[in-house]
């Protein structure tokens, strides 16, 4: 095999894309946009492995959705060695991402169903792809109601606040946000997650699906509240964040019961969910 084959059918090998804008979400978060003519397709819902020289790779989730074409984006905490290095670099730099991995949101299961996001913190990222997929003009008709419950932990924690403000104006979705606490301009809803769930949002479960993502402990209490209103387990979908490295099933670092959560996750329903061992 010669070294430019080795390179075509390396897997492990980046796509270099340079970032055209960075969006300061939180003083922690921000959102890298990054460009390229010949990009991978994806679905929402699946995640790629996004490396910086020198410093490491890690899995995040795509945010975009994949009906802007020639455009993707990662919405990225910072936490440790490789957010830390991208939160460093600057509009014009290039980074390496490889992907796409994972299964995706089950778009044919949700088609003709009306859709309840739930969104905590950063875990709005993954579920802004499918929300987007959903109520852009090529898929609008596909799905029912769309009600989107978002919240943080403070007004200054909420992500995407331009993208909420532009769903806020749509006539064809319900949006609700909170916040744990308030400060002195905030005017919204001030609650828990899984409260104000129960408390606001009134369904007739039957005819919905849920697709929830978060911190681990919002998403067990909002789960709890679904199954109050009357959600089935297969009524209720999520997205896990398992310690990952190669992101193609080889390394055996995601495995939980008999999956390994890079390819056949990280989406589940909580059907599926509620089989694993108790701290999944
Ligand atoms: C499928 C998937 C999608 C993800 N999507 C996003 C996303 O959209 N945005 C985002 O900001 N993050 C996302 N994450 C989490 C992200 O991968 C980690 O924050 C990242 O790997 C941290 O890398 P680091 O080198 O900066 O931290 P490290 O230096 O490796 O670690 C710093 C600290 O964080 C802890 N840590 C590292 N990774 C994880 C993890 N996966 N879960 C819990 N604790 C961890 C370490 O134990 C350590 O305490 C996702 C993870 C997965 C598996
Ligand atoms: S991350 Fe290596 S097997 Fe899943």
Redesign the pocket.
């Known amino acids: 095999m010669t070294a430019s084959e080795l390179e075509v059918n390396n897997p492990y090998l980046p796509l270099l894309l340079p970032i055209v804008e960075i969006i300061e979400e939180t003083r922690d978060i921000k959102t890298f946009r990054l460009q390229g003519d010949s990009l991978f397709s994806y679905l929402p819902g699946q ?1 790629a492995e996004v490396f910086v020289p020198g410093r ?1 790779e ?4 795509i ?1 975009s959705s994949p009906t802007t074409e020639g455009i993707l984006e ?4 910072r ?6 290095a991208l939160h460093r670099l600057g509009e014009g730099e290039k980074i390496g991402v490889r992907g796409p991995y ?1 299964n995706g949101f089950p778009l044919e299961e949700l088609k003709n169903r009306n859709l309840l996001f739930v969104g905590g913190g ?1 875990g709005l ?2 579920l802004r792809s499918l929300i987007n997929y959903v109520l852009s003009p090529q898929h609008r008709e596909e799905f029912g109601e769309v009600f989107i419950l978002y919240g943080a932990r403070s007004p200054e924690d909420l992500v995407f606040k331009w993208e909420l403000e532009k769903w806020q104006e749509r006539k064809d979705l319900h949006l609700l946000v909170t916040v744990d606490r308030g400060n002195n301009s905030w005017k919204g809803r001030v609650g828990l997650v899984p409260q104000v769930l129960k408390e606001e949002v009134k369904v007739e479960a039957k005819e919905w699906k849920s697709i929830v993502c978060g911190p681990p402990i919002m998403i067990k209490f909002t789960i709890k509240s679904l199954l109050e209103m009357a959600f089935s387990p297969s009524q209720i979908i999520t997205t896990l ?4 490295k190669c992101g193609l099933g080889k390394c055996g670092r995601c495995n939980i019961g008999p999956f390994y959560v890079c390819q056949e996750g ?1 989406v589940f329903s909580y059907e599926v969910l509620q089989k694993l061992p108790e701290e999944y």
């Open positions: 995640f490491g890690a899995p995040f989730s945010t990662f919405s990225i905490k936490i440790g060695t490789v957010t830390t994972g950063i990222a993954p964040e398992m310690r990952m990280p």
